[in-house]
């Protein structure tokens, strides 16, 4: 008998659909080719008060409002403080040159003098924050200022792809049930990525129900923990393999033996007691370990010192009835990964009623229309998909 396919592809946490296992005609090399595309751009220069120059009314408008920070995907009404800082920082250092910020190459990094510049800056300052916390909260807010200043006025806010390859259009929102909610639990480096899959179950489900929450944003993990404190270490799990006990199949974790889930008479009853909580980390491999290491570290604080359940795939490729995973590739993405967890809950008969085989549907036919965007965008750059292509998943 051959292994589960799901428990062979985890630990899933890759962002990057160059190791999405759908079923098309594309080797792993053509995938890691379109990644490879997708992370290279041409320099743009912007500016951090918009389109046009630093002179007039825009100089005195916030950097990034409120509005623009809710439409790259976030729940939260204001912009984090750190990243508005570190914005504010730029803005500055864009005044004394006296010349728009110009961002492109490999990730959309910082380039030229600006590069050299705001490099010396970050590299005092960091040194000058003694707490580690601050110096983890200070990383993530740098890297998230400068993805969101240089793919301003570039990538459309909703999907993440470069506007002429916006795929919006293509996605067929599907409202997900009620009593259950997906919090992607998101590294810096993945924010705004064009290849990130993380980005399609809010797309699919909306911002309630698959909620964005940036790794060492404080504002992010706090109403992250706030909802998970309200709801109750009972209802919050990490779709992340655990090497201890604590990690459980999705079969086991709603045994009616062990789960109290069921016993309610009515759907209604069970929103009332609030969603069921399910974190996907949504980073890439080398990055997952630190940040389920965090979040466990969180987990014993809020719940004074118990751990943070865990949940692990366990269904084979045969449940996965559209995906058939190629055993060549030992990981999956963020979005197939919540694919999976639904296909597994549609199974139970207390989860049979919701339409979950439904939701996962629609996120497939999701990643599928992501992959297509990504192929059209490197074959119109008149790039082979079939060059051999060169990692670049650690890029910023
Ligand atoms: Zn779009």
């Known amino acids: ?30 995938m890691d080719s379109i990644l490879a595309a997708n992370s290279r751009s041409a320099p743009r220069m912007v500016t951090t008060s918009g389109v046009g120059g630093g002179e007039g009314p825009e100089c005195t408008r916030p950097a990034v409002s409120p509005e623009e920070w809710r439409e790259w995907g976030s729940l939260s ?10 914005v504010e920082d730029l803005r500055v250092l864009e005044k004394s040159m006296d010349s728009p910020l110009c961002f492109g190459g490999i990730g959309g990094k910082l380039q030229g003098e600006f590069r050299v510049m705001e490099d010396r800056k970050h590299r005092a300052k960091y040194e000058a924050l003694g707490d580690s916390e601050k110096k983890l909260q200070y990383f993530a807010a740098r890297q998230v200022a400068c993805r969101l200043l240089g793919s301003r006025n570039y990538l459309c806010q909703k999907c993440w792809l470069a506007m002429e390859d916006c795929m919006c259009s293509k996605i067929t929102p599907c409202p997900l049930w009620q009593g259950m909610r997906f919090w992607l639990y998101m590294h810096p480096k993945d924010f705004l990525r064009q290849n990130n899959t993380g980005k399609l179950l809010w797309q699919v489900f909306g911002v309630n129900s698959a909620t964005l929450c940036l790794f060492g944003v404080a504002e992010d993990e706090d109403v992250m923990w706030e909802a998970f404190r309200l709801a109750g270490r009972r209802r919050v799990w990490c779709l992340y393999p655990s090497k201890d006990s604590v990690g459980t199949s999705v079969q086991e974790t709603f045994d009616p033996k062990q789960y109290i889930f069921q ?29 389920f290491r965090r979040l466990k570290e969180q987990a014993k604080s809020v719940w004074e010192g118990d751990d943070l359940l865990s949940i692990s795939l366990s269904t084979g490729a045969s449940a996965m009835h559209k995906l058939r995973p190629q055993p060549s590739w030992d990981r999956t993405c963020t979005a197939a990964a919540a694919v999976g967890l639904l296909s597994e809950m549609h199974h139970l008969p207390e989860f049979s009623s919701y339409n979950l085989d439904k939701n996962a549907e629609a996120v497939e036919d999701s990643l599928r229309v992501l992959l297509e965007a990504l192929t059209n965008r490197r074959l119109r750059m008149g790039r082979s998909i079939t060059r051999k292509a060169r990692h670049r998943r650690d890029i910023c």
Do not use: H, Y
């Not at 996907?280 to 080398?286: A, K, P, R, V, Y």
């Open 1 to 30: 008998m051959s292994p589960p396919l799901w428990r062979a592809a985890l630990p899933f946490p890759c962002a990057a659909i160059a190791t999405l296992p759908l079923p098309l005609p594309l080797s792993r090399s053509r």
């Open 77 to 86: 009404m204001k912009v984090p403080s750190m990243v508005a800082e570190i």
């Open 263 to 291: 016993q309610k008479d009515t759907s209604m009853q069970d929103v009332e007691d609030g969603p069921l909580n399910f974190i996907l980390i949504d980073g890439t491999w080398s990055n997952s370990a630190a940040m």
